[in-house]
Nanobody
């Protein structure tokens, strides 16, 4: 049974930082491209960033220069470091094994003063 469990969300002021973690189990995690998505109320889920098994990364334009995706294959974990957060970053953040239908349950990020 493949499982992805996110953590690290919360309430943060504009300009603040958070680090999200996603721990995977039930598969050879290191083989896969991993991604972080987000979904704000009333909006479609969108890709935020992705990372290949070798560590190559891609980012959505709206987070470039602010967010960093990384992974530790030995720990079956992918991270999303989020800096300079804005109110429009408020959303539920999900991790996903790209090209599969495996999603985590999501973690809420709220950016507000």
């Amino acid at each position: 049974q493949v499982q992805l469990v996110e953590s690290g969300g919360g309430l943060v002021q504009p300009g603040g930082s958070l680090r999200l973690s996603c721990v995977g189990s039930g598969t050879i995690f290191s083989n896969y491209v991993m991604g972080w998505y987000r979904q704000a109320p009333g909006k479609q889920r969108e890709l935020v960033a992705k990372i290949t098994s070798g560590g190559s990364t891609n980012y959505a334009d709206f987070v470039k220069g602010r967010f960093t995706i990384s992974r530790d294959n030995a720990k079956n974990t992918v991270y999303l470091q989020m800096n300079s957060l804005k109110p429009e970053d408020t959303a539920v953040y999900y991790c996903k094994i790209i090209y599969t239908n495996y999603w985590g349950q999501g973690t809420q990020v709220t950016v507000s003063s």
